[in-house]
């Protein structure tokens, strides 16, 4: 069995009230393995290369990590960002971290974000392939990222477990369109992971070879999303 916490941290938006709080949520609840998306490097807030994952870890002491900078918000949004500062996506671990790919996604031409997939293997009871999304936030470009990303599996001959904000607003199209070979969290149990404007965004999606032996989602106040934390039985 494998214990994975997700959370989309929302950047450096009240981070410092916000972190002791994450520090004490993920050491209570004792995960195996943490996803995080909108992890910073930010010109603005730390030192360049002490992003917000590497500060989580300092307190929490997780033995492998992988952050995966995918996106350069200067170049995405110049308007708003004069300053270096990168945002991505972070894993940390009890596990070895075996393999690590990083995969940035199509993007539409009226797509102003860049999104990328972080593609782990991990040594836990079984050798065990991870990705972590943060697919786009409309509709559209979100499940032409879910397409994309379910083709790469096909290609790679992988079974993986999915987790992260997949902005996919509608769990139904979700369900649909991994049906028959992979199980959705919300199709295991109902959720709200996106209370600000009522919507679920954030999935774990497992192989039907695997099952969810609990999912739980919680931790109001840590971000703009709750956190999902979900035990496998592998």
Known sequence: ????????????????????????????????????????????????????????????????????????????????????????????????????????????????????????????????????????NRDLFSLLHLIETMKYTREKKIRPIIVGDFNIKHPEYLSQMIYGDYTSSYDYKKYLSYPPANYTLDYVVIPKEFKFKSLKCLGKGLSDHMALLAEVKL
Request: proline letters at 4%.
């Open 1 to 136: 069995m494998v214990k994975i916490l997700n959370l989309n941290i929302w950047n450096y938006t009240n981070f410092e009230e916000r972190k002791p709080k994450i520090i004490k949520f993920i050491k209570k609840h004792d995960p195996d393995i943490v996803v995080l998306q909108e992890v910073r490097d930010d010109a603005k807030f730390n030192k360049k290369g002490d992003h917000q994952a590497k500060q989580l870890n300092a307190e929490l002491n997780f033995p492998y990590t992988s952050y995966y900078s995918v996106t350069d918000k200067r170049k995405e949004r110049p308007e708003k960002y004069d300053q270096f500062c990168i945002e991505g996506s972070a894993v940390l671990s009890k596990f070895k971290i075996l393999n690590v790919e990083k995969k940035k996604l199509a993007k539409h031409p009226e797509d102003r974000y860049t999104c990328g997939n972080l593609h782990l293997r991990v040594k836990a009871e079984k050798v065990l392939d991870l990705i972590v999304v943060h697919f786009s």
